[in-house]
């Protein structure tokens, strides 16, 4: 069984959820002491076997559980904050269970990505969840310009002493003029929300804010056909400066914040055609 735990206010616990630890065999915890200070939070006993069930230990870890599990004992996981599994163990002892025909349900809870959406201001009808991104620079620049053309709102989880260099990739990427909201220690006492565009959140985060942190960014803007127009015209004059077509459709895409395989198709499009001509 998943149980979601609060993310911040102890208070946002769930009758379900005091149950569950309580009358569970096996607690399988993220951080014991995290675990065992929520028990002491909510007021509730329990005489669960607890055993950790971290990163570096899930795949070790996991095959016991599963053992507990066919042998009829409720083993229930918990991470440090949120859902397991949504950027935190769980999804391996998941997987594992569904392959052993084991049923999976969960105790539903508070979640950091939901509670940023909904206070950041930004539309929310379709998002997407791209969790932490690569601690690398070169790498989160790379899927930061991937994601330059996506049009849902997006919804990213940051380390505070990272998030100034994160906001400045992400400016350069997706434009420094593009809405977004840093959400910090949600639902805790100093609880925090900062609405800016993305070039103003990277100077605000120069001096690293503490505690959890998720940003949401709001999604590119759909492309009206004279930005396609003008984005193959831009590719073609690159091109004719010796670019290949592939390297002048990765520059114009990235600067107009367009989804690069479709720009290809339409450049590839045009000059076929225009080879036609000849």
């Known amino acids: 069984m998943?149980?979601?735990?609060?993310i911040g206010d102890a208070a946002d616990a769930s009758p379900a959820l005091a149950r569950t630890l309580a009358e569970a065999d096996v607690i399988a915890a993220e951080d014991t002491r995290q675990l065992q200070l929520l028990v002491r939070r909510l007021g509730i006993e329990t005489v669960?076997?607890?055993v950790s069930y971290f990163e570096g230990n899930e795949a070790s870890r996991t095959p016991g559980l599963i053992e507990a599990m066919v042998d009829g004992k409720v083993v229930v996981l918990v991470t440090d904050a949120g859902m397991p599994s949504v950027s935190d163990p769980g999804y391996r002892l998941v997987q594992a269970a569904v392959a052993a025909g084991i049923r999976v349900t969960s105790v539903p809870g508070p979640s950091a990505v939901l509670t940023a959406l909904a206070v950041s201001?930004?539309?929310?009808d379709r998002f997407c969840f791209e969790g932490f991104l690569p601690r690398k620079a070169g790498e989160r620049r790379q899927r930061l310009t991937r994601l330059a053309a996506e049009?849902?709102?997006m919804?990213?989880?940051e380390a505070p002493h990272r998030l100034a260099?994160?906001?400045a990739d992400a400016a350069d990427a997706l434009g420094p003029d593009r809405p977004a909201a840093v959400c910090r220690e949600l639902t805790k006492p100093y609880e925090q929300v900062v609405r800016a565009p993305l070039a103003e959140l990277a100077h605000w985060a120069a001096d690293p804010p503490r505690g959890e942190v998720t940003v949401v960014i709001q999604g590119a803007s759909p492309a009206a056909s004279d930005d396609w127009e003008s984005a193959v015209s831009r590719v073609r004059v690159r091109m004719a400066g010796g670019a290949k077509l592939s390297e002048a459709v990765a520059e114009v895409a990235r600067e107009?914040?367009?989804r690069r395989k479709e720009l290809?198709?339409?450049a590839l499009a045009a000059r076929t055609a225009e080879e036609g001509m000849k």
């Open 48 to 50: 669960a076997q607890v």
């Open 256 to 258: 107009a914040g367009l």
């Open 155 to 157: 919804v990213f989880f």
């Open 151 to 153: 049009e849902r709102t």
């Open 165 to 167: 260099a994160f906001l």
């Open 121 to 124: 201001g930004l539309p929310v």
């Open 264 to 266: 290809y198709e339409r």
């Open 2 to 6: 998943l149980a979601g735990t609060p």
